[in-house]
């Protein structure tokens, strides 16, 4: 009686992506031949945590690693080649030629599966000069950025304020470097929309942070970095944040089918287009849930969850992935900012129906020590009420708050299931009426018509069509800052002021929209014109601060 051949699987690449696979695949099959090429020193290491090593955080490099060869090789007895490149693949013959890249010795490695993990690169936009420039993708990247802040002061030129750049924003002002963030949009943390992203802005400029925006690099000098606007700022070093593209070079060169964003393109389960190869994470496009498109959506838990799948499918199970949200998060100097689903700006771009709130509750009961206010922008169907994204921001109870809601997403949830969502309570975590129970029942005065809203950026239309703006907070709010040509009239005293009021509609606000709301109910109710003012004074302070 004979046994065939253990099957031998081959994997370009290790981190997330490879080296779930790896792993998952010998936890399902004992006998198969796994190897993988790793062009870089390191094959697992933790790299969302490098920015946290740079800046002392993480202290030892060492913590960093989080698997080697030799504990990879005692534990699954997988065959990992460290600064090993593979530059070609023959799908015919199903082997890949490899370089070791210590000897510059070439061979070749038959496969009966091959996995391409190959990740992005750095987009590497600005010009090359005087200045050195690092990412923050490897290991040895962080290294040398935290080695060259060697006093303090040291001027560095931060590219990218996206979740990489300021991460790296906040880690080197902890090691006292000088920094100034240059972002090519008009706001940083661009998956986020301007009066969400507005809040992190703030942050970064009230720790000293020189932020540049709507600009670019243009030339490199020594110790000079110029930008598009005629300006230009000193710099020792330039962290590079600016964003990653597919690494499909030898995929593209093998034949392999690339997709319209520049992913490599796959089925549901990870499977290319060529036989018997397969591929995960960064440089592989994904199903977007919202649109149902291609899209690249660049998160570690993607790509492990698709590594580990794509073991499922070599081992003969049957697996998909499931369509993906892009859901994320980043803190910085404290505060949260976290995303999940699509913008008011990308639905806006894609001409989608939507109806947006925003609330701004506390992230537990405020008669308990340490209350914090959390700003939730929810993003749902008029007609289906699907949820179609949401992004809050504050310095407790972000996470938890964005988890729920991508859950929501995923079960299909609406968005007036979420108003009864039964959710931990105790007062140091939450609410009786949690934030995203809060969150909904705003969503559900707004669909069912109890109580007309206008967006901040409506405002100014309105008021040029002769809305009159009601500010029905108290006399010291109002004082402390105002929305120009606003009358006030506080909410307790609204029902002995009507006849204040004048004829047509009636645009009604307080700080973050809950008083707005009971003036709006009031005034409709005693035949007056009125809408609240979604979000309150604070949207608006934010969405017009940018």
Not at 94 to 113: C, I, K, P, Q, W
Not at 324 to 333: D, M, N, P, Q, R
Not at 361 to 373: I, L, N, R
Not at 416 to 444: R, T, W
Request: charged share 25%.
């Amino acid at each position: 009686m004979t046994s065939s051949a253990p099957l031998k699987v081959v994997i370009v690449g290790g981190v997330a992506g490879g080296m779930s696979a790896a792993a998952r695949l010998r936890r399902l099959d004992d006998t198969a031949r796994i190897v993988i090429f790793e062009k870089g020193p390191e094959v697992s290491y933790a790299n969302c945590g490098l920015p946290y090593f740079v800046g002392g955080v993480i202290a030892d490099r060492e913590s960093l690693l989080l698997q080697t060869p030799e504990s990879l090789h005692r534990r699954f007895r997988l065959d990992v080649r460290v600064r090993h490149e593979v530059v070609r693949i023959d799908t015919e013959r199903m082997r890949v030629e490899v370089v070791n890249l210590v000897s510059g010795a070439r061979t070749t490695e038959s496969y009966d599966r091959l996995i391409l993990a190959a990740g992005a690169r750095p987009r590497r936009d600005e010009p090359a000069g005087g200045v050195p420039v690092r990412s923050l993708r490897t290991v040895d990247d962080a290294v040398e950025i935290a080695t060259a802040l060697d006093r303090p002061g040291v001027p560095v030129v931060v590219v990218g304020g996206g979740y990489t750049g300021l991460e790296a924003v906040e880690n080197l002002v902890a090691r006292d470097a000088s920094v100034t963030l240059v972002q090519r949009g008009p706001q940083v943390l661009s998956p986020l929309d301007a009066e969400m992203a507005a809040q992190v802005l703030e942050a970064v400029r009230g720790r000293g942070v020189d932020v540049r925006l709507g600009v670019e690099v243009a030339d490199v000098q020594k110790g000079v970095v110029e930008l598009t606007d005629g300006t230009s700022v000193s710099a020792e070093l330039i962290v590079d944040a600016s964003g990653v593209v597919p690494e499909t070079r030898l995929a593209a060169d093998a034949g392999l089918v690339l997709g319209a964003t520049g992913g490599i393109q796959v089925d549901e389960a990870c499977r290319t287009s060529a036989p018997h190869v397969f591929a995960v994470g960064d440089g592989v496009e994904k199903t977007e849930l919202v649109g149902g498109d291609a899209a690249l959506i660049t998160m570690a838990g993607l790509a492990n969850r698709h590594g580990r799948m794509v073991a499922d499918v070599i081992a003969g199970r049957s697996e998909s992935a499931r369509p993906a949200l892009g859901t994320g998060i980043v803190e910085v100097f404290g505060l949260a900012a976290a995303k999940t689903g699509w913008s008011e700006r990308q639905l806006r771009a894609a001409h989608r129906d939507f109806y947006v709130v925003h609330v701004h509750p506390g992230s537990h009961a405020g008669y308990y020590p340490g209350a914090e206010t959390v700003s939730i922008k929810l993003l749902a169907d008029p007609v289906s009420d699907r949820i179609l994204g949401a992004q809050i921001v504050g310095r407790d109870g972000v996470d938890k708050r964005i988890d729920v809601i991508a859950t929501a997403m995923h079960a299909g949830l609406a968005a007036g299931e979420l108003a009864h969502l039964e959710l931990a309570y105790a007062p140091q975590f939450g609410s009786a009426k949690d934030a995203v129970n809060i969150a909904d029942y705003v969503a559900e005065n707004t669909r069912t018509g109890t109580t007309a809203s206008l967006q901040w950026h409506e405002l100014a239309a309105a008021l040029q069509g002769g809305a009159t703006l009601v500010d029905v907070r108290s006399p010291a709010e109002f004082a402390a800052g105002a929305i120009p040509d606003a009358v006030n009239v506080p909410l307790d005293e609204l029902r002995e002021r009507f006849e204040e009021l004048p004829a047509g509609p009636l645009v009604v606000h307080c700080q973050v929209g809950l008083r707005g709301h009971i003036a709006t109910r009031l005034l409709l109710q005693h035949g007056f014109d009125a809408c609240n003012l979604d979000g309150g004074y604070r949207t608006w302070r934010d969405g017009t601060a940018v």
